[in-house]
């Protein structure tokens, strides 16, 4: 099983600031098969980034993402209010399909 | 429109079964693999199982192996997850989910959660 690591568990920052949120592999993982998710209280999750740097349909160009092998990043330029959730990172890479354990972006 | 809409989710008794399932609508139900993914309260997403458009292929996560036993019905567009011998850690919202069209796939459609609740 492929696991993933997200860091921080908790990022504090202000609306227009950047953030960068870290997934590591505990194998090296395809980047066909490394999305990105991000779920608001009481919602269901939301798919943002696929093939570890293709935005989904309707997503802000303010998201991104990047990474290779076993370390992604998912990056958002300026903090909108609406940002302030949590982001999953998952892959498909393998018949066991994986999350990581969430990354909580608050704000400071 | 697509739209995925899950049912079946209560209480029940350690030890005892539940059949979820998930109506899908707006899309080519039987050309797109559907996984069921789940998320304790207050915890992270946890995958559960995974089935092929035809039906033929399935994966499950170690932790429901044996237990769990994912399904669907083409001809009524829906997709289910038998639960048995359900313990106290199988608590969570079960989302009904889509593999996307996309290489991955990752999941691009998400239904709104059915609450499965094991206690006695």
């Known amino acids: 099983e492929i696991v993933l690591t997200q860091s921080p568990g908790t990022l504090s920052l202000s609306p227009g600031e950047r953030a960068t949120l870290s997934c590591r592999a505990s194998?090296?993982?395809?980047?066909?098969?490394l999305a990105w998710y991000q779920q608001k209280p009481g919602q269901s999750p939301r798919l943002l980034i696929y093939?570890?740097?293709s935005r989904a349909t309707g997503i802000p160009d303010r998201f991104s993402g990047s990474g290779s092998g076993t370390d992604f990043t998912l990056t958002i330029s300026r903090l909108e209010p609406e940002d302030f959730a949590v982001y999953y990172c998952?892959?498909?890479?393998?018949?066991?399909?994986?999350f990581g354990q969430g990354t909580k972006l608050e704000i400071k | 429109e697509v739209q995925l809409l899950e049912s079946g989710g209560g209480l029940v008794q350690p030890g005892g079964s539940l059949r979820l399932s998930c109506a899908a609508s707006?899309?080519?139900?039987?050309?797109?693999?559907m996984s069921w993914v789940r998320q304790a309260p207050g915890k992270g997403l946890e995958w559960v199982s995974v089935?092929?458009?035809?039906?033929?292929?399935?994966y499950y996560a170690d932790s429901v192996k044996g237990r769990f036993t994912i399904s669907r019905d083409n001809s009524k567009n829906t997709l289910y997850l038998q639960m048995n011998s359900l313990r106290d850690e199988d608590t969570a919202v079960y989302y009904c989910?889509?593999?996307?069209?996309?290489?991955?796939?990752?999941?691009?459609?998400w239904g709104q959660g059915t609450l499965v609740t094991v206690s006695s």
């Open positions: 093939g570890a740097s």
């Open positions: 089935i092929s458009g035809s039906g033929t292929g399935t």
């Open positions: 194998q090296s993982v395809t980047s066909t098969y």
């Open positions: 989910a889509r593999d996307g069209d996309v290489p991955g796939p990752p999941f691009d459609y």
């Open positions: 707006g899309f080519s139900f039987s050309s797109y693999g």
């Open positions: 998952q892959q498909s890479g393998s018949s066991l399909y994986t």
